[in-house]
Nanobody, 120 residues
Framework: QVQLVESGGGLVQPGGSLRLSCAASGNIFTIYTMGWYRRAPGKERDLVATITSTGGTNYADSVKGRFTISRDNSKKTVSLQMNSLKPEDTAVYYC??????????????WGQGTQVTVSS
């Protein structure tokens, strides 16, 4: 069993900052790319940012320059530093991991989601 557990969501004013964290645990052989996705009310789940096991990053255009993704491979964690938050960043944020649990088993895992609300 693999679990991804997010933390750090909440309510913040426009222009403020939040830091999301996600910890992976369980029967983990290898963690490949990790990332953050979000689902705004009434919309599809969209990519926010991803980071490979060697540190290569990719960001949605809407968050470039404001959000920074990082990971600690030794702790099996991924974080998302969100600055200059806007009301349109309001969404449920999901942690994602591409994880191998054995030489024969590899798939995507998702966290339960954490709410981020940007409002004055």
């Amino acid at each position: 069993q693999v679990q991804l557990v997010e933390s750090g969501g909440g309510l913040v004013q426009p222009g403020g900052s939040l830091r999301l964290s996600c910890a992976a645990s369980g029967n983990i052989f290898t963690i490949y790319t990790m990332g953050w996705y979000r689902r705004a009310p009434g919309k599809e789940r969209d990519l926010v940012a991803t980071i490979t096991s060697t540190g290569g990053t990719n960001y949605a255009d809407s968050v470039k320059g404001r959000f920074t993704i990082s990971r600690d491979n030794s702790k099996k964690t991924v974080s998302l530093q969100m600055n200059s938050l806007k009301p349109e960043d309001t969404a449920v944020y999901y942690c994602n991991g591409d994880i191998r649990t054995s030489p024969y088993a590899r798939r995507q895992y998702w966290g339960q989601g954490t709410q981020v609300t940007v409002s004055s």
